[in-house]
T-cell receptor, first 116, second 118 residues
Framework: AQSVAQPEDQVNVAEGNPLTVKCTYSVSGNPYLFWYVQYPNRGLQFLLKYITGDNLVKGSYGFEAEFNKSQTSFHLKKPSALVSDSALYFCAARTSEAGSARQLTFGSGTQLTVLP | GAVVSQHPSWVICKSGTSVKIECRSLDFQATTMFWYRQFPKQSLMLMATSNEGSKATYEQGVEKDKFLINHASLTLSTLTVTSAHPEDSSFYIC??????????????FGEGSRLTVL
């Protein structure tokens, strides 16, 4: 069974400081990994994905994530946080195995608050 | 990127009535659509998976007679909450997967629908 863990319910960071939102996963075979962001009363917006290739993936709004196969992690990072980055962040995963179901398994979410 | 439109954004209804929520893929054909339910400050709970032209596959614990899902075309899926009760109040989100997402399965999400049952 697939699972995604986001160990931190809440992350606080000062504006201008680097931020990290942690994610670990468990899927069979090679994973497809995703980060989404959700603002209050809105749907999820896609940030970035890892499919194959370079372990460092760059996405929207200056976010990036690093795929670490040995640690089964896919942490989200940004060098300099903005107050407008404050939102709920979800990590998601699925297996790349052929014939597998296409639905994603989501982590529990991490509320990021960037303090001015 | 691909756009998924969800309507209505907000709906308030009386207990016992039925409410329909629409999910449309505007610029791609969605072979598969997913319906999620989200409680405040919690993750998304997958309710059901629908493939165009076939019956939806419901997750364990989701009442199929309560939450009717129809995916009659490649651009439209509907979720009908029948005989709604206050405990059905929640944020419902749809997502779609199709050619726009390629084989990697990127999902495109609607903006969500806030249902409040009085």
């Amino acid at each position: 069974a697939q699972s995604v863990a986001q160990p931190e319910d809440q992350v606080n960071v000062a504006e201008g400081n680097p931020l990290t939102v942690k994610c670990t996963y468990s899927v069979s075979g090679n994973p497809y990994l995703f980060w989404y962001v959700q603002y209050p009363n809105r749907g999820l917006q896609f940030l970035l994905k890892y499919i194959t290739g370079d372990n460092l993936v760059k996405g929207s709004y200056g976010f990036e994530a690093e795929f670490n196969k040995s640690q089964t992690s896919f942490h989200l990072k940004k060098p300099s946080a903005l107050v407008s980055d404050s939102a709920l962040y979800f990590c998601a995963a699925r297996t790349s195995e052929a014939g597998s179901a296409r639905q994603l398994t989501f982590g529990s979410g991490t509320q990021l608050t960037v303090l001015p | 990127g691909a756009v998924v439109s969800q309507h209505p954004s907000w709906v308030i209804c009386k207990s016992g009535t039925s409410v329909k929520i629409e999910c449309r893929s505007l610029d791609f054909q969605a072979t598969t659509m997913f319906w999620y339910r989200q409680f405040p400050k919690q993750s998304l709970m997958l309710m059901a998976t629908s493939n165009e032209g076939s019956k939806a596959t419901y997750e364990q614990g989701v009442e199929k007679d309560k939450f009717l899902i129809n995916h009659a075309s490649l651009t439209l899926s509907t979720l009908t909450v029948t005989s709604a009760h206050p405990e059905d109040s929640s944020f419902y989100i749809c997502s779609a997967s199709g050619l726009a997402g390629g084989s990697t399965g990127e999902l495109f999400f609607g903006e969500g629908s806030r249902l409040t049952v009085l």
